[in-house]
């Protein structure tokens, strides 16, 4: 039986409009998709630096004061209100995670990692149709983008309850992995089962 503590999240979002994977292999953000281009001035940059090391060294208050004093010098960065989303959902307060992503996506609509921590954010709100859709939006914006197939297959495995849907998105993730995944090879052994499907790991033998 899988674990239902599959996929938590856990992300560094780098300055500005690209993204940057900090995490473990249960995390559901991963990194660089970088969509536009713009001038970053080099104070922003330095800032930014500090705030990410608050992160890395777990002092979520600092990093917060940091981000939310970038937020306000430099609002046309998504960086700091996608990492700002991050702190809060680490601090399971949804709403206010919520409400930094919606901001961070609403200054880069493209940056899947973001649409990604927003599905994230709705799963743990108990919206799994508004999860869904986020997924979904990440993978119409890059269709290789792995993790938003893995984590379509673990809301439709266990809280959608679409055993078919979560076997194909896991092989889909299987499939655009240089190598296979083996816990998700035996997630899909065992969804397969419960579901009585014959079983056709993409990405295995």
């Known amino acids: 039986m899988m ?8 992300v560094l979002f780098s300055l500005a409009l690209v993204g940057c994977f900090s995490g473990n292999v249960k995390t559901n953000v991963s990194a660089n998709v970088e969509s536009e281009v713009i001038e970053i001035p080099s104070q922003a ?11 890395n060294q777990s002092n979520p208050e600092k990093a917060k004061k940091a981000f939310e004093k970038m937020t306000l010098d430099y609002p046309e960065l998504s960086g700091p209100f996608a990492n700002l989303g ?5 601090e399971k307060e949804w709403g206010q995670a919520l409400e ?21 954010v709705y799963r743990q709100q108990g919206l799994f149709t508004q ?6 939006k990440a993978i119409k914006t890059d269709s290789n983008y ?13 809280y959608m309850g679409n055993l ?4 194909n998105y896991y092989q889909k993730y ?32």
Not at 164 to 167: E, L, N, Y
């Open 100 to 120: 930094y992503l919606k901001l961070a996506q609403s200054k880069n609509t493209k940056n899947v990692k973001i649409l990604n921590q927003l599905g994230y």
């Open 45 to 55: 940059a330095t800032d930014f630096k500090i705030a990410i090391e608050f992160m």
């Open 146 to 158: 792995a993790d938003s197939y893995l984590n379509l297959g673990v809301l439709f495995d266990i």
């Open 164 to 167: 078919v849907k979560a076997s």
């Open 174 to 205: 299987q499939s655009l992995q240089s190598s296979p995944d083996r816990k998700v090879a035996g997630w899909i052994v065992d969804i397969n089962r419960r579901a009585g499907i014959k079983t056709q790991v993409a990405g295995g033998q």
């Open 3 to 10: 674990s239902l503590l599959k996929f938590t999240s856990s």
């Open 131 to 136: 999860a869904q859709s986020a997924y979904e």
């Open 86 to 90: 991050v702190i809060y959902s680490q």
